[in-house]
């Protein structure tokens, strides 16, 4: 079992009420801080993206939380502060998340540049077909979390994420889903970049799937991870460009 497998079952292991969350570095993570996550958003308080990860955000949704109830305003989720939240928390029917509501507006949409990311032919065939000036690189050799760092920083309008994978039949293309969330404008982009692939001609088999990746749980705005398997010449470079042209659209039409 590697790392992040073992890491994953432990955060797992969390239910709300477990721990006291607050924000403290390194961030808590868990099921029990996206389960908090997804009942303050429920409320109309925005915690960020639901991805079981307790930063600033979350902080300030639950200070707002606690200041509406009249309960001691920590930024803590104290036994107190969770009876609270539970008494108010809906028991019948599904209730929009506000996260989704503002991933569906795109208010939240960031105005930085588009980081691209990756290696292999198909990643750098992407990149010459990208418009330049609107792109930030990464070193090829860097972690998931300088990545995911750059592009939070610079508020940056998306990523993208190409990397072969000799595993991989055709080509997969992943958006952030995870608990009771997904990233709603990352659907539409991997929906609208897979209808764009079928449209090749020799094209190999496309995927669409929502996944729980880092680099997708760690960037807080759009992002679309492509990984694919063997791909020869003509196929490389039209799909190249039918990823290109969608991406370029989505982000800077």
Same mark, same amino acid.
């Given at each position: 079992?590697?790392?992040?497998? %073992?890491?994953?079952?432990?955060?797992?292991? %969390?239910?709300?009420?477990? /721990?006291?969350?607050?924000?403290?570095?390194?961030?808590?993570?868990?099921?029990?801080?996206?389960?908090?996550?997804?009942?303050?958003?429920?409320?109309?308080? =925005?915690?960020? /993206?639901?991805?079981?990860?307790?930063?600033?955000?979350?902080?300030?949704?639950?200070?707002?939380?606690?200041? @509406?109830?009249?309960?001691?305003?920590?930024?803590?989720?104290?036994?107190?502060?969770?009876?609270?939240?539970?008494?108010?928390?809906?028991?019948?029917?599904?209730?929009?998340?506000?996260?989704? $509501?503002?991933?569906?507006?795109?208010?939240?949409?960031? =105005?930085?540049?588009?980081?691209? %990311?990756?290696?292999?032919?198909?990643?750098?065939?992407?990149?010459?077909?990208?418009?330049?000036?609107?792109?930030?690189?990464?070193?090829?050799?860097?972690?998931?979390?300088?990545?995911?760092?750059?592009?939070?920083?610079?508020?940056?309008?998306?990523?993208?994420?190409?990397?072969? @994978?000799?595993?991989?039949?055709?080509?997969?293309?992943?958006?952030?889903?995870?608990?009771?969330?997904?990233?709603?404008?990352?659907?539409?982009?991997?929906?609208?970049?897979?209808?764009?692939?079928?449209?090749?001609?020799?094209?190999?088999?496309?995927?669409?799937?929502?996944?729980?990746?880092?680099?997708?749980?760690?960037?807080?705005?759009?992002?679309?991870?492509?990984?694919?398997?063997? $791909?020869?010449?003509?196929? @490389? @470079?039209?799909?190249?460009?039918?990823?290109?042209?969608?991406?370029?659209?989505?982000?800077?039409?």
């Amino acid at each position: 079992m590697d790392t992040t497998t %073992w890491q994953r079952l432990e955060e797992a292991g %969390w239910r709300l009420g477990d /721990r006291l969350l607050y924000l403290t570095r390194p961030y808590l993570r868990g099921d029990d801080v996206a389960d908090l996550q997804v009942r303050l958003s429920q409320l109309g308080f =925005d915690p960020g /993206r639901i991805d079981g990860v307790f930063g600033p955000l979350l902080h300030d949704a639950l200070l707002e939380f606690q200041t @509406n109830c009249g309960v001691t305003t920590d930024g803590t989720l104290t036994r107190r502060t969770l009876l609270e939240l539970r008494r108010v928390t809906p028991t019948v029917g599904e209730r929009t998340l506000v996260t989704e $509501l503002r991933d569906v507006a795109n208010d939240g949409r960031f =105005d930085g540049p588009l980081v691209v %990311w990756g290696h292999g032919r198909l990643h750098d065939a992407v990149l010459t077909r990208l418009p330049l000036s609107l792109v930030e690189q990464p070193p090829r050799d860097a972690s998931i979390e300088r990545v995911a760092s750059l592009a939070n920083s610079q508020r940056a309008a998306g990523v993208l994420v190409v990397m072969p @994978n000799d595993v991989v039949e055709g080509i997969e293309l992943h958006y952030w889903a995870s608990y009771r969330s997904h990233s709603r404008q990352g659907e539409r982009l991997a929906s609208l970049v897979a209808a764009q692939l079928t449209s090749v001609d020799t094209a190999p088999r496309i995927s669409v799937a929502g996944m729980s990746l880092p680099i997708l749980r760690e960037t807080k705005m759009t992002t679309l991870h492509i990984t694919h398997g063997l $791909l020869d010449d003509n196929d @490389n @470079n039209a799909c190249a460009q039918a990823i290109s042209a969608t991406v370029t659209e989505f982000f800077h039409n």
